[in-house]
């Protein structure tokens, strides 16, 4: 399922960064964890229950603003999918 | 020659062997460590920020059962501020309201409860205790706690009949994460195994609940099944492979490959008290031991899988096969399967319902 535009998404309960001085960056959850690259981070930065779908979207289209918004939008998409199989998301409303 | 290692990303810190419950299938060692011989706040501390500084991104605090230590709060505090995710491995008891708010404040980032079963008679049996009521409690408590929750259901022969009403406490708890781990035959649970071995149709039944349970619980807890190795086609790759992702640390301060490794005759194991994590990491010989796959024997050798499952489990091949380089038996292409087979077959003969109250070989506290 394709999350939606207009909910924001937020770490789920026991998973988080780590700090900002660790390297490599790394998105903590029970019992794995995932490398955040660039765009990545960018995007799990935003999961903050704060920034929406859309907003997170139009952030990453500035940021990479050399790469087609379109395929911005389908990565994004695609990438919050895949975090939230891996329970690492709750969408809020 | 071994393989070059990076580092290690898990270091499970065994800090108690002391425990309220008494399980039939404790992982820990028929040898238990004493209180006396456990390390300090500070040792323990020490530990923690090497264990930050050679990479290791999670700590896994568990026992015995890790609140017995009076100082627990401050070792979660400790290796939290070390820089390290911080998950709790418990029964739940001894524990309050008041010290899990506390736990919670020093930073604890995932609390793994573990379930004897779904029943309170099973759970009190198998655990030689009265601690089910407490884990329903404490289930209740973790509601007004923002924090990882991971149920743990460890299932076998006399338990596998409870297994919706596991999954109806799983919802009720909200969990993240639910694991319905298969006993594995080490320690406790190999002394008593044959009571403990499912049935080939129990096992059926239980791969068809797993089905249906993750479905149910789509979008809200992954479900996580480890099956029992006897019955697989190809083992687990043990620990990541050895040396490769985690080291374990003993109450008193052995740095272990893994918690089974000391049944391994002629390995010994470096202290943390003498030598740094990182050292241990790169040099011990218990680490070097099985890493990488010079050690492996045929048909491991030339398998297409070794990278996959490293060979299997190196206890278990040494409970089996008394040769700890030798292929897991539990693999279909290892030349001692049909030892495992022959267990297998005497399991399916008994039907798993008896009468007869298995006679339990229980698990003491130590000094």
Known sequence: ?93 | MNETSTNPLALVAELTHRCPLHCVYCSNPLELQARGTELSTEEWSRVFREAAAAGVLQADFTGGEPLTRPDIVELVRNARTAGLYVSLITSGMPMDETKLEALVQAGLDHFQLSFQGAREETANEISGTKSHPQKLRVLEWLKRHRIGLTLNFVIHRGNLDELEEMLAIVERSGAGCVEFASVQYYGWAFANREKLLPTRQQLDGCVEFMKKAEERLRGKTRVIFVVPDYYAKYPKPCVGGWGRKLMLITPSGDALPCHAAPVIPGLSFENVKNRSLREIWEHSAAFQKFRGEDWMQEPCKTCDRREQDFGGCRCQALLLAGDAAATDPVCSLAPLRPKVDAILAGINAVPAQSVVRPEWLYRPNPA
């Open chain 1, 1 to 93: 399922m394709t999350p939606e535009l207009q909910t924001r998404p937020r770490l789920a309960p026991g998973c988080r960064l780590n700090e900002k001085n660790q390297q490599p960056r790394t998105l903590l959850m029970p019992e794995r964890a995932l490398r955040l690259n660039g765009p990545s981070l960018e995007i799990v930065e935003r999961c903050d229950g704060m920034h929406t779908v859309q907003q997170i979207i139009s952030d990453l289209q500035k940021i990479y603003s050399k790469a087609e918004p379109k395929k911005v939008e389908t990565d994004i998409l695609g990438y919050l999918t895949l975090l939230q199989k891996e329970r690492a998301l709750d969408f809020e409303l």
